[in-house]
C-alpha cells in the first residue's frame, strides 16, 4: 500500500471511531432527542435488523441506483454497524485487527479450511 493510501485509511478509520466513540456517548442519552438513544431503548434486535435491512438498501442501490446513493446507503450501513458494535461493546480496532491479519491469505483457501 502505498503512504498516500496508507494515511487515507488511517483518516477513514478514524472517522469510524470518531462515530462509534459517538454513539457510545449516546446510550444514556434521551431517546426523545437522540436518534440512536431511541436505537438502544428499542434493543439489540432492532438494531440487529436495522443493519440487516441497510445492508439490503446498500446492495440494491449498488445494482439499481446511481453512485450517490449508493454513497448514502453505504453511510447508512456504517452507521449501523458501528451502532450494532457499540450495543455489544464490539470495539472497532478489534475489528480491524482481524481484517488486518487477513492481509495477504487467500480468502478461497480460508473457506475451505485449508
Given at each position: ?15 469510524l ?64 454497524l ?33
Open positions: 500500500m502505498s503512504k498516500e493510501n496508507e494515511s487515507s485509511v488511517k483518516t477513514d478509520a478514524a472517522v471511531e470518531r462515530l462509534y466513540d459517538v454513539l457510545v456517548s449516546r446510550k444514556d442519552a434521551d431517546p426523545a432527542t437522540s436518534y440512536t438513544a431511541k436505537m438502544y431503548a428499542k434493543g439489540l434486535t432492532k438494531i440487529a435488523q436495522k443493519v440487516g435491512e441497510e445492508g439490503v438498501e446498500t446492495a440494491l442501490a449498488a445494482v439499481a441506483e446511481g453512485h450517490d446513493e449508493l454513497l448514502n446507503e453505504s453511510a447508512d450501513l456504517l452507521y449501523m458501528l451502532l450494532l458494535w457499540a450495543a455489544k461493546d464490539v470495539k472497532p480496532e478489534e475489528v480491524f485487527a482481524i481484517l488486518d491479519q487477513r492481509f495477504g491469505k487467500s480468502g478461497i483457501r480460508e473457506e475451505s479450511g485449508d
